[in-house]
């Protein structure tokens, strides 16, 4: 039985769309990711599993329960550990008060070495922690009552670079013990380093569901090459070959056969030559032509992703199995 089973999953708020037909599974034991831009509908599509949003239509389930089921749903909530994008957490209350609620509602058994492992203070007020401390206790919440399944939206915001390390590190030390993990994010190489399988989300539908390398192979090879003789520009613009930059060293990306690619160097006394992995972000960029939104910018009607903004009218969390999402 897989961890997380979504069969056509779709959301609208009123017109704008949120998700539309998504579905995936996630086995035991994996770390799927959720990768996209801001307002590809991520966090949309994580609050409608865990049934805070009522799907349009479509259905789902998380470890066996009905997640369209209200008393199945919260039993399911039980065993799932939920950190989401923007915790909101009660600024009046300490980081102690706080974890001593969740615990109350949910268990508590990696409290004191995830506070440790985090260094968190617990003793100050939630309101006058820095974000990144802020952060840290939205993560001890998920993660202390043991959760065999952890849904985890943009999970490293605020974190430095080492407290990253050491998120990663806890993610699969959990999965090893049996855990299985969806992870939202649009950090490429987050997503690289964690995920068996990412799910690539467009403008509110799944665009595609593949394995991390095979993600990476849509990039292509990045390709650096010296030759004797005059690179003329017209000699390299051929088919499979993106991204021409020509001076001194010859410049490309190369998305072609690698037949293709010898035949092309044939033509020149080669000096020296690299060919290496295209970075993560030029596989993503295919699936979205050059066009990511930016922060502030919306997609419009009914084809518009407004992935956050369109929650803000949406029914507030249930405060006993969100972390403190309110």
């Known amino acids: 039985m897989p961890a997380i089973e979504c069969r056509s999953l779709t959301k609208y708020y009123g017109d704008v769309r949120g998700i539309e037909d998504v579905s995936f599974t996630v086995a035991d034991g994996e770390v799927f990711g959720f990768l996209g831009p ?114 985890l939206d943009e999970p490293t915001s605020g974190l430095d670079p080492l407290l990253q390390e050491e998120f990663a590190a806890l993610v699969r030390e959990r999965v090893d013990d049996g855990a299985s993990v969806l992870l939202s994010s649009h950090v490429l190489g987050e997503v690289a380093a964690l995920c068996d399988r990412v799910g690539v989300l467009r403008e509110g539908r799944l665009a595609a569901v593949e394995t991390v390398e095979d993600l990476r192979s849509r990039g292509g090879k990045q390709v650096r090459v010296r ?47 690299e060919v290496v992995d295209a970075p993560l ?32 009218a949406a029914p507030a969390a249930d405060a006993d199995a969100d972390g403190g999402e309110r």
């Open 38 to 151: 801001n307002g590809a509908g991520k966090t949309t599509a994580i609050r409608t599993l865990l049934g805070f949003l009522s799907p349009t239509s479509g259905g789902a389930t998380l470890l066996g329960h009905d997640a369209t089921n209200p008393g199945e749903s919260r039993a399911a909530r039980e065993r799932i550990g939920y950190l989401p994008g923007d915790p909101g957490l009660d600024e009046d209350r300490t980081a102690e008060a706080f974890l001593d609620h969740q615990a109350a509602l949910r268990g508590s058994g990696s409290r004191e070495a995830l506070v440790e492992r985090f260094g968190l203070d617990e003793s100050r007020r939630i309101g006058d922690l820095s974000r990144g401390n802020r952060q840290k206790v939205a993560l001890v919440a998920a993660f202390m009552h043991d959760p065999d399944l952890l849904l």
């Open 281 to 312: 972000e030029e596989a993503f960029m295919t699936f979205y032509d050059g066009d990511v939104p930016g922060p502030g910018r919306r997609h419009q009607g009914r084809t518009g992703g407004g992935d956050r903004g369109a929650e803000q």
């Open 227 to 273: 030759v004797a003789e005059d690179a003329a520009r017209d000699a390299f613009e051929v088919r499979g070959a993106m991204n021409l930059r020509v001076g001194d060293t010859v410049s490309f990306t190369w998305t072609g056969e690698y037949d293709a690619l010898i035949d092309l160097l044939d033509r020149f006394t080669v000096r020296d030559l």
